[in-house]
């Protein structure tokens, strides 16, 4: 399915502004993909799109780098779990990535088993290469 790239930012502006206007609203890993207009009930809306392959990507295009790993970090705050500071002693719990690579995002960039994205040829802001956790490294070229 292809859509326009005012019909795209449209949409991405609607996702991204309940984050920024605190509504509510939280960053979703499915955005709907057929909603026609602003007003549309989510519920009434048809199956959507992957989202987590492009998230850094995206929020880092809009924000800034510090303002996107807030976003994407401060989930732990909210179940009340602690985060570990980088100190020596403690367990590496690290994302790896680069904040200044910009790249149109691809097919090649999806490693979900569906490959609808709303991204889709979008030119995002950011890549990222792996993770540091639990004891394991996990690099994903």
């Known amino acids: ?14 996702t991204i502004g309940g984050v920024k206007t605190k509504t509510g609203y939280t960053i979703s890993q499915t955005v709907s993909l057929a ?9 009434d809306a048809k199956n959507g799109t992957i989202g987590l392959e492009s998230a850094f990507g995206a ?8 303002k996107t790993v807030q976003l994407l970090t401060r989930g732990k705050e909210r179940f009340g779990l602690k985060s570990d500071s980088i100190s020596v002693g403690n367990k590496a719990q690290l994302s790896l990535f680069n904040p200044s690579e910009t790249y149109v995002f691809e097919d090649k960039h999806i490693r979900s088993k569906s490959k609808n994205s709303l991204f889709k040829g979008s030119k995002l802001k950011g890549t990222v290469y792996g993770i540091i956790a639990n004891n394991t490294t996990s690099i994903a070229l």
Do not use: G
């Open 1 to 14: 399915m292809k859509f326009s790239a005012n019909v795209k930012s449209n949409r991405i502006e609607k």
């Open 35 to 43: 909603m026609k207009t602003a007003e549309e009930e989510f519920d």
């Open 59 to 66: 929020l880092n295009a809009l924000f800034t780098t510090k």
